[in-house]
Nanobody, 116 residues
Framework: QVQLVESGGGLVQPGGSLRLSCAAS????????MGWYRQAPGKQRELVAS???????NYADSVKGRFTISRDDAKKTAFLQMNSLKPEDTAVYYC??????????WGQGTQVTVSS
């Protein structure tokens, strides 16, 4: 059974940085696209960033130039480096992995709060 475990959320002041990680457990599967989504209170879940197996990245306009997504396929892990954080970045962040032949899997979510 595949599980995604996230880590790295927390409370940070505006202008600060955080690094999120999402690791997949299990074996015998390949991951095509890895993505990070977020959901703020009262809002719909939105795509923050994604990265394909070829390394192509896609970012929401609101995070371009501040966030960087990366992946380590050997460790089945995705990372989201978040710099210059703003209060509007406050949300629960979820990772999503698209597994070849197995479909989409979600992490449990990690809270990111940007506040002074």
């Amino acid at each position: 059974q595949v599980q995604l475990v996230e880590s790295g959320g927390g409370l940070v002041q505006p202008g600060g940085s955080l690094r999120l990680s999402c690791a997949a457990s299990g074996s015998a599967f390949s991951i095509s696209t890895m993505g990070w989504y977020r959901q703020a209170p009262g809002k719909q879940r939105e795509l923050v960033a994604s990265i394909t197996s070829a390394g192509s990245t896609n970012y929401a306009d609101s995070v371009k130039g501040r966030f960087t997504i990366s992946r380590d396929d050997a460790k089945k892990t995705a990372f989201l480096q978040m710099n210059s954080l703003k209060p509007e970045d406050t949300a629960v962040y979820y990772c999503n992995f698209r597994l070849v032949l197995l479909g989409n899997y979600w992490g449990q979510g990690t809270q990111v709060t940007v506040s002074s």
